[in-house]
């Protein structure tokens, strides 16, 4: 019967966290939720390893989703958002930084890659044979 007990209770208190997460953000439409969180899982963490605040319990992350709520409370559209953190955290804030000046090296660094090795390699079979 304690077991019992103490199962119930472990079960209702296991609940808790996912129920305190609803409470902790309440919006006037399920647009505005959504936008919450499709933007926490853009953001990174610049305390964490590569990682969402949507994901993380560090303070920062925590400071973060707070900012895009009071954002998006605003009226606030996705690519305003965006642009508020890239300018306040700079472009690495975000997991898909956008193409710029300071960035161009970053998304274009793959195909030049490719680029060079497809031309060693070619000259390297022409040589051998």
Known sequence: MIKKFYL????????????????LYPFESSVQKEQFTKLTQEVR????????????NAPFASDLRAEIYR????????????TYLSHRYG????????????????????????IIGAIVLTRTVRNKS
Do not use: G, H, R
């Open 71 to 82: 954002l998006i409370n605003q009226k606030k559209s996705n690519e305003e958002i965006k």
């Open 8 to 23: 119930s209770i472990l079960l209702t208190l296991s609940f808790l966290p996912a129920m305190a997460s609803d409470d």
């Open 45 to 56: 963490c610049l305390v964490c390893q590569n990682q969402a605040i949507s994901d993380s």
């Open 91 to 114: 472009d690495y804030v975000l997991l898909d930084p956008t193409v710029s000046k300071q960035t161009w090296l970053l998304w274009t660094s793959p195909i030049l890659l490719i």
